[in-house]
């Protein structure tokens, strides 16, 4: 007996998420398994159940913890057994890791670490299931002023404008950018497109003062750097 109950009626995961828990805050996060980090993210919103099967079966279906994350909310609404509380914790999970890398790089006084870019960059838009079009916007010490995302488009293509683009440097007094955009594909290999609307960004901005430092492209299979592949 325990607290007046036998034990058989004590569920069979009693105790496991103390246990969890303390496993995390002791050993940190490398001494858990990917199922085990979302089960912590998903107690608080399903108190009363064994999370194992759940967890398991979420990086069945989506790959990794990332990819879970990142998951769109109708697909996550596919899964048995995850409701909207569920659904929420992940979503504010994402959010915190995007504002998370975001500050990371804002904190920066020079963007001089391309792996700290595409870091960011990774995280924002490398798991997104449309094509995003995003501009950094740095100052002559390469300092960012912005971050911003011009476009959000299809799963293969995302409408970028060059006057526009230059038009939103000149506003912020920008002079120099970096352009970044997604290939939810997940092949980062540049696209005869992703070349001409970057050689047509830079005939725009080279003119007044504007310098196109590079132009990344990142997936889940990967990154292209324009400057490495020496396209521009």
């Not at 569920?11 to 998420?17: M, T």
């Not at 496993?23 to 940190?28: N, P």
């Not at 998951?71 to 504010?92: M, N």
């Not at 971050?147 to 000149?170: F, I, K, M, N, S």
Request: net charge neutral.
């Amino acid at each position: 007996m325990r607290d007046g109950l036998s034990e058989s009626a004590v569920p069979h995961y009693a105790g496991h998420r103390e246990r969890l828990r303390t496993r995390f805050l002791e050993a940190g996060e490398d001494a858990l398994a990917d199922y085990e980090i979302l089960e912590l993210v998903l107690f608080r919103a399903i108190p009363r159940r064994d999370i194992k099967p759940l967890a398991k079966a979420l990086l069945a279906r989506f790959g990794s913890f990332a990819e879970v994350i990142a998951a769109p909310a109708p697909r996550l609404r596919e899964v048995d057994g995850l409701g909207e509380a569920a659904i929420a914790e992940l979503k504010i999970v994402e959010a915190a890791a995007r504002r998370l890398a975001r500050g990371a790089l804002r904190s920066r006084k020079q963007l001089s670490s391309f792996s700290d870019v595409l870091d960011y960059c990774r995280t924002t838009m490398a798991l997104a299931e449309r094509e995003e079009f995003r501009i950094l916007f740095l100052d002559k010490r390469n300092c960012l002023i912005a971050d911003e995302v011009q476009g959000r488009g299809t799963v293969d293509h995302t409408p970028v404008y060059p006057r526009e683009v230059v038009r939103r440097a000149l506003e912020l007094a920008s002079t120099a950018i970096i352009l970044v955009h997604n290939h939810p594909s997940g092949d980062p290999t540049p696209s005869s497109a992703d070349v001409r609307v970057t050689q047509s960004i830079m005939a725009v901005a080279e003119p007044l003062g504007i310098t196109v430092h590079d132009h990344l492209i990142v997936g889940r299979e990967g990154h292209a750097s324009f400057k490495g592949l020496r396209l521009i």
